[in-house]
């Protein structure tokens, strides 16, 4: 069981200039990545060496995704279910006719550098696929928008071989969406740990530890509901007071990203 101190003894290398791209990021949270580590370990690892909330983003959603598949470190994986809702130019979703798979899913994170995807065909059943599987192409959207800093793409299936995917077993997709805000506040911490140890700040012991709670406890828990509504709001308070110079990106088009997720949090302990 990880305990507050394994995370804070985590070691990090940062680059020396902080303006580094997407590819840079990957490079380097690849390359420091133990393939054994926890999902809160690889979180807050991730957390250690971004500069920007972008970069906070994926060290979480990545984590979470982890967590949720039961997939260690060795390829960066995104889930991508999200299907065009266009009534005017729609984007099919995917499905299945006589083993071959076509359609679109729309939204893919980190869409440069994502290796393996996890995707939903015909809705509920789950798969995962390489890449460089004949058939399937990404394209990419470096958009000017939230999160711009981070690659968003979109993954088309064209008579995609069934039989060239993985089928994955019952996974609760809802429970994925619980952690990814969790995921999120543990990359943060590392991202907090480390200003810390460079200008001083908060001691995050405490934070930690609730969050090690949330990790590892029932989400449908009311006392769990309320830890992780009153962690949130502490999450909430600490990113409020820092300044806005500890992070490159676009700071302004970003900072939205700490409280994305605190409505349903919230609402889910019946705050709010």
């Known amino acids: 069981m990880v305990n507050p101190e394994d995370l804070l003894s985590l070691k990090h290398q940062v680059p020396a200039d902080r303006l580094f791209e997407e590819a840079d990021y990957h490079r380097l949270w690849m390359s420091q990545l133990d393939e054994f580590w926890t999902a809160e370990q690889t979180a807050f690892a991730g957390g250690l060496i971004s500069d920007r909330l972008a970069f906070l983003f994926i060290s979480g959603y990545q984590a979470a995704v982890r967590r949720t598949f039961n997939l260690d470190n060795r390829a960066w994986t995104v889930l991508a279910i999200s299907e065009d809702r266009n009534p005017d130019h729609p984007r099919p979703g995917l499905t299945e006719s006589n083993g071959r798979v076509s359609g679109f899913k729309t939204w893919v994170a980190s869409s440069r550098f994502a290796q393996?995807?996890?995707v939903s065909i015909d809705t509920t059943?789950?798969?995962?696929?390489?890449?460089?599987?004949p058939g399937l192409s990404l394209t990419h959207k470096d958009a000017s928008g939230f999160l711009s800093d981070m690659s968003q793409g979109i993954a088309e299936f064209k008579d995609v071989s069934i039989s060239a995917l993985q089928a994955?077993?019952?996974?609760?997709?809802?429970?994925?969406?619980?952690?990814?805000?969790?995921?999120l506040y543990f990359a943060f911490c590392g991202f907090l740990h480390r200003v810390s140890q460079q200008r001083g700040g908060p001691d995050i012991t405490t934070l930690l530890d609730d969050l090690l709670k949330i990790a590892s406890g029932d989400f449908t828990d009311p006392a769990h509901k309320a830890l992780f509504a009153k962690t949130d709001t502490t999450i909430s308070e600490i990113f409020s007071e820092l300044s806005p110079d500890l992070f490159a990106g676009d700071y302004e088009k970003d900072k939205g990203l700490m409280s994305l997720y605190s409505t349903v949090i919230q609402k889910r302990a019946g705050l709010g």
């Open 116 to 118: 393996d995807i996890i």
């Open 168 to 183: 994955l077993g019952e996974f609760d997709l809802k429970l994925f969406a619980k952690r990814e805000p969790l995921y």
């Open 125 to 133: 059943r789950l798969f995962i696929g390489n890449r460089d599987t």
